[in-house]
């Protein structure tokens, strides 16, 4: 025991520091979806894009809006669902703090605009 206590002196701390952890991400990290709700159309293009089925856009309300839900736990931070998103609306960042002791907070639900399609410019 005192040679498992004298070798912990010895070594010293081997954990990272807070201040370790918080550092910047590098240029190309690709952190966890960010969705702009004002931006979004809700025409589920993203959804389709998904590969781990981590976003789920429910149907369409008669008020006008459907669900979105986004599951971080089941996203695998591949960027598809941004590429797809044509208006914009979800975006790669660079955070990749999402360490959590409930499975329920890693699951981003909100309610976004449905316009029913994507209809061009009309000639007036």
Known sequence: MLR?????????????????LEAAAPSAFRGRPHLD???CDGNA??????????????????????DFTLDYGACVFCGRCAA????GALTMTTDYALATG???DLILRVEVPYGGGHEGPTDA
């Open 84 to 87: 797809a998103c044509a208006p």
């Open 4 to 20: 498992i206590i004298t070798t912990a002196l010895r070594i010293g701390r081997v954990t990272e520091t807070l201040e370790t």
């Open 102 to 104: 409930r499975r329920q």
């Open 37 to 39: 709700v004002d931006r």
């Open 45 to 66: 293009a993203c959804q389709a894009a998904c590969p781990t089925t981590a976003i789920v856009l429910g149907p369409p309300r008669q008020a006008g809006g459907r």
